[in-house]
T-cell receptor, first 114, second 116 residues
Framework: DQQVKQNSPSLSVQEGRISILNCDYT??????FLWYKKYPAEGPTFLIS?????DKNEDGRFTVFLNKSAKHLSLHIVPSQPGDSAVYFC?????????????FGTGTLLAVQP | GAVVSQHPSWVICKSGTSVKIECRSL??????MFWYRQFPKQSLMLMAT?????????EQGVEKDKFLINHASLTLSTLTVTSAHPEDSSFYIC????????????FGDGTRLSIL
């Protein structure tokens, strides 16, 4: 049972344009969402997070939008740069849980073309 | 800040041997550390959660006698894969979190384990 889904395994975007990565979840108990970026043979790097009390969080070129009614979140990167090319994972947790463990999606490979 | 170091980055060993992987938080105290496993083109799957000074909590289907986790200090957790077999070959990644649940997990660079 995949509680966090990233339905697009890959995305290709031109440099300077906007990248939009999508993520859907099924567990209504999730109240904390994160995006991580991962290069090959490296661990994920934390990018940005959002609590369920918000619907938007912005940090520089990265903005995360949360639509609780649709159980959907998205990561916008603008402008996209070649160095943004990586696999992006969304993750969710229910902070009221005993361990607050993260459930990860399967990732989306973003390729930013120069 | 929030640097997590994982060692070794790559291990090749014979079937039947035990392998220890270390995870250190270099610039913060990690009250909770997590161990994940990732198969090719799949998501990170949580194996276990450990809190400093207490026994690890294993996810369903993860053999605690095979994957020994020790979290003896606020900056170090170890995962020992005992009597490793080829099916244990995978990418193992640790993460660490300081304090409260609203803090993000910070990941090490992972360990590629290949069992011959």
């Amino acid at each position: 049972d995949q509680q966090v889904k990233q339905n697009s395994p890959s995305l290709s975007v031109q440099e300077g344009r906007i990248s939009i990565l999508n993520c859907d979840y099924t567990n209504s108990m999730f109240d904390y969402f994160l995006w991580y970026k991962k290069y090959p043979a490296e661990g994920p790097t934390f990018l940005i997070s959002i609590s369920s009390i918000k619907d938007k969080n912005e940090d520089g070129r990265f903005t995360v939008f949360l639509n609780k009614s649709a159980k959907h979140l998205s990561l916008h990167i603008v402008p996209s740069q070649p160095g943004d090319s990586a696999v992006y994972f969304c993750a969710a947790s229910a902070r009221g849980g005993a361990t607050n463990k993260l459930i990860f999606g399967t990732g989306t490979l973003l390729a930013v073309q120069p | 800040g929030a640097v997590v170091s994982q060692h070794p980055s790559w291990v090749i060993c014979k079937s039947g041997t035990s392998v220890k992987i270390e995870c250190r938080s270099l610039d913060f105290q990690a009250t909770t550390m997590f161990w994940y496993r990732q198969f090719p083109k799949q998501s990170l799957m949580l194996m276990a959660t450990s809190n400093e000074g207490s026994k690890a909590t294993y996810e369903q289907g993860v053999e605690k006698d095979k994957f020994l986790i020790n979290h003896a200090s606020l900056t170090l957790s170890t995962l020992t894969v005992t009597s490793a077999h080829p099916e244990d070959s995978s990418f193992y990644i640790c993460s660490a979190r300081a304090g409260a649940a609203n803090q993000p997990q910070h990941f090490g660079d992972g360990t590629r384990l290949s069992i011959l």
